[in-house]
């Protein structure tokens, strides 16, 4: 599906919004964790699935997005 291309936009819009108020590796920081606790909650919840491939385009879209 598409799921992992929304990682990487979203990822990518929030370390960018967040970079105009803060410093670049501070909103990497922030939005990686944001990532991680959507994981962390879809395994806990049970409402989705928590994926490594899911933080990896996280990551992805942060290098974008901070660049």
């Known amino acids: 599906g598409s799921d992992w291309m929304m990682h990487v936009i979203l990822s990518s819009i929030i370390v960018t919004l967040l ?7 501070v909103a990497a ?5 944001i990532g991680i606790g ?8 049970k409402k989705g699935w928590a ?17």
């Not at 970079?19 to 590796?25: A, D, E, G, M």
């Not at 920081?29 to 964790?33: A, E």
């Not at 994981?39 to 919840?45: A, N, R």
């Open 38 to 45: 959507k994981e962390v909650y879809d395994k806990v919840s």
């Open 29 to 33: 920081i922030i939005t990686l964790t």
């Open 19 to 25: 970079s105009l108020v803060l410093p670049k590796w």
């Open 51 to 67: 994926e490594w491939k899911d933080i990896i385009c996280d990551i992805i879209g942060i290098i974008i997005g901070a660049l």
